[in-house]
């Protein structure tokens, strides 16, 4: 029982190791951060214009689809959010809001838009 409890610390430190090699040092590395449902509702007024109405079509710049993102799954949308901030999914309005968004607005929002119907 004592060796299998070292052995499972041994490759939790392991693979902390070998995630931080990827992403940077210790303090940096991908912590996931909780969203919070209640602190979203101060950050939708930037997303309500355009995500709020079912099957609207934003004209700004041009004429685009606006997709649907309530009761997506949380994952998904700050995957997304994420990918516009970091520039590999590339958009004119949203590159510009989730570039001004921290890694907890995103969670907030994420588990926000996720959780409605
Ligand atoms: C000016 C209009 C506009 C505003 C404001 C806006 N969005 Fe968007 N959003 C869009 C459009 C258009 C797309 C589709 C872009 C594309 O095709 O990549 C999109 C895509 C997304 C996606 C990806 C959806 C998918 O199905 O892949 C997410 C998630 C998202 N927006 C979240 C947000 C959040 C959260 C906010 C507020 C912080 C916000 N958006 C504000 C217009 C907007």
Sequence with gaps: MKSRTS???KLYVL??????SI???LWAA?????GNVQNARDKISMCI???GI???KASFPELYHVPMIAGQNAKYI????NEYKKGTRSHPTMDAIAGSLSDQDIADLAAYYSQLK
């Excluded at 991908?30 to 909780?34: C, E, G, H, L, M």
């Design 23 to 25: 992403s940077g040092p």
């Design 30 to 34: 991908d912590t996931p951060v909780a």
């Design 54 to 56: 079912p099957g609207y």
């Design 78 to 81: 700050e995957a997304a959010l």
């Design 49 to 51: 214009g355009c995500h």
């Design 7 to 9: 052995m499972k610390c």
């Design 15 to 20: 693979s902390v190791v070998a995630s931080c």
